[in-house]
């Protein structure tokens, strides 16, 4: 018996995330019929847990240089065509409460259940069919159409959009499924990576994980990049905004150097000698850092000695270590750890008005899955709903 016709679409978008939820309401209020696949068994996952559970759905500074990817200028049309105030309005047309935090970034007061709830709506104002809980089967392009196996269904389509994701989070269910995809349309991938996760220290560096749960602010530097937010000692390393940050940055056998002291002026070591000669370096560091961080960072400094007892060379040496502090990294907590994932589908082959792949017509790639990489803070998914929004008008 022959195998049904497939389901004929405008559109098959593969990936019910942030960036394929808000593709399909757009390409289904102009009209498209859309269908929306994933092997999940529920939307928007990764936003669900985003931002403890308030979900961080933007950033009000977001501008390009705030996203990494080898192509430095690709994200420049998408996000200038779909801004932060953009995605604004449309939460404040749904009525969803939302809070500012620091450098920017943007937070549901509620839940972010509100926030996939809306996506949700806007895909059903287009019509858009929603298939859950089913995985990708056999997959196939001819004569301009695309062609998808999915649970025990065939759909066909003249689009087909890429907007799976990266395998941060494993279990989220999120997979390198997107790279194998592209690969076999003739994409290239740029070296996957886990991004804003935490770092990990060994060797003798090890000690400084009897610090875990203290945290400071810091200015954290790799290579010519440098961030200043909240440090955390963990039992396996370093954490916290500032070393997920800088994380992205980071390669493997690089240092990453910490000022502990970015208020304090130069020489304050040495003027606090002259008006505390009976401090100790650690009496000195109390009143500036968390006591067990002043304690161990002392010690391996200058013992116990009193200011009074070492040489303003020296001090001046002590000052210069604690304002760029030099740790090696011996790897990072990996994709399990992981916020998002670095590198990906190549965007040397894609528009940057579409989202389209140059040399395979009708196959688009969004959202993570893509080489374009933001801060911590809402920059992925401001990012999600640009590059969505893009294709979205496009396909």
């Given at each position: 018996m022959p195998s049904p016709a497939p389901t004929p679409y405008d559109a098959i978008i593969l990936g019910a995330g942030a960036a394929g939820l808000f593709c399909a309401?757009?390409?289904?209020?102009?009209?498209?019929k859309v269908l929306l696949i994933d092997h999940a068994?529920?939307?928007?996952?990764?936003?669900l847990i985003s931002g403890g559970g308030r979900c961080n759905f933007t950033n009000v500074n977001t501008q390009p240089d705030r996203y990494i990817s080898a192509n430095p200028h690709f994200a420049k049309s998408a996000l200038g065509r779909y801004s932060a105030q953009d995605f604004i309005a449309l939460v404040d047309a749904y009525g969803i409460a939302w809070h500012e935090k620091t450098l920017g970034q943007l937070f549901c007061d509620g839940s972010a259940r509100q926030i996939v709830a809306m996506l949700l709506d806007e895909c059903a104002k287009g019509g858009v069919q929603i298939a859950l809980g089913q995985p990708i089967g056999d997959m196939a392009h001819a004569d301009g159409t695309y062609r998808v196996t999915y649970g025990s269904k065939t759909a066909s389509a003249p689009a087909l959009v890429i907007a799976t994701g990266g395998p941060s989070i494993p279990k989220m269910g999120a997979t390198g499924f997107a790279y194998d995809l592209a690969r076999q349309f003739g994409l290239k991938v740029v070296e996957p990576r886990p991004a804003l996760v935490p770092l990990t220290l060994g060797g003798e560096e090890t000690l400084f994980r009897s610090l875990s749960g203290v945290a400071t602010e810091v200015i954290v530097r790799a290579g010519k990049t440098a961030f200043r937010e909240a440090?955390?000692?963990?039992?396996?390393?370093?954490s916290g905004p500032a070393i997920l940050q800088i994380s992205s940055y980071w390669r493997h056998g690089d240092p990453v150097a910490v000022d502990f002291l970015p208020d304090t002026p130069a020489g304050w070591l040495t003027t606090a000698k002259r008006s505390q000669p009976r401090a100790t370096l650690r009496s000195a560091l109390g009143g500036l850092l968390p006591d067990r961080l002043a304690a161990t960072l002392a010690e391996r400094l200058a013992g116990d000695k009193r200011l009074a007892d070492q040489s303003d060379k020296l001090l001046a040496e002590a000052e210069r270590r604690l304002g760029a502090w030099d740790f090696?990294?011996?790897?990072?907590?990996?994709y399990a750890k992981a916020?998002?994932?670095?590198?990906?589908?190549?965007t040397d082959g894609l528009s940057s008005q579409t989202m389209e792949a140059r040399k395979v017509p009708g196959l688009y790639a969004?959202?993570?899955?893509?080489?374009v990489t933001g801060w911590l803070g809402g920059y992925n998914f401001q990012w999600a709903w640009a590059s969505g929004h893009a294709a979205?008008?496009?396909i």
């Open positions: 309401a757009v390409a289904g209020q102009r009209g498209r068994d529920a939307p928007g996952k990764k936003i440090a955390l000692f963990t039992h396996k390393g370093l090696h990294p011996n790897g990072t907590e990996g916020e998002v994932t670095a590198g990906g589908i190549s969004i959202g993570e899955a893509v080489d979205g008008l496009a």
